[in-house]
């Protein structure tokens, strides 16, 4: 029996996840949105985020792309059903883990033992080797290469293009500026930038 989905937010990656449950061959019931004015591809507008307790029993996820804006409404909502959006053209090995609410985009691939957290981003392209940890509230842009036995912390954000080598440890509330090269540890939370990255001081 197909699912039917209600995305919390109509914003564009709102939208992508749109495409996504429809490719798992599952229903979007709708978009809950504070903007009653969004474009939402012809979906129904269910209200806004005080509409969200008249339909508990529903399975939601958020499509929202800012991590602490995801973070917020997951907390506020703890008890709600969430859907997990797992684009049919992902690799997800039988031995790695993909928490609720997560999206994995299309082409994307998680290798033997790694664990994605809850309410991620995988976005499209991004490899995430063996061995892996991401944890809740991250966001991997397209075409990140997160090489084996990495761990990366809450509510992170790496950038477009980034390249992560093996064995490292990154620390949560970092960003990793498109086209980063992490070789060293994050050990603080901050902006990094460039090959190999450094932080950008406040």
């Not at 809950?32 to 985020?49: E, H, P, Q, T």
């Not at 994605?116 to 080797?129: F, Q």
């Not at 990366?152 to 950038?159: A, D, K, N, R, T």
């Not at 992560?164 to 939370?189: L, M």
């Amino acid at each position: 029996m197909d699912k039917k989905v209600i995305i919390i937010g109509a914003g564009g990656h709102g939208r992508v996840i749109s495409d996504i449950i429809l490719a798992c061959g599952d229903e979007v019931a709708g978009f809950i949105d504070d903007r009653a004015d969004v474009k939402i591809n012809g979906f129904k507008y269910l209200g806004s985020m005080s509409e969200i307790e008249n339909y508990k029993d529903s399975l939601f996820i958020i499509g929202i792309g800012n991590n602490e804006i995801r973070r917020r409404i997951a907390k506020t909502y703890p008890h709600l059903n969430y859907y997990t959006a797992i684009h049919p053209s992902a690799v997800i090995s039988r031995t790695a883990s993909v928490g609720a609410g997560t999206c994995v985009m299309p082409n994307v691939t998680v290798n033997s033992m790694s664990e994605i957290g809850e309410h991620c981003i995988i976005n499209s392209g991004a490899v995430v080797e063996h061995d892996c940890k991401v944890a809740d509230f991250v966001h991997l842009s397209p075409r990140v290469a997160i090489g084996g036995i990495v761990s990366i912390g809450e509510l992170s954000h790496i950038g477009i293009g980034t390249s992560v080598v093996s064995e490292i440890n990154i620390c949560e509330k970092v960003i990793v500026g498109a086209g980063g090269a992490v070789n060293r540890d994050i050990k603080e939370p901050g902006t990094y930038v460039g090959v190999p990255v450094h932080r950008l001081e406040k």
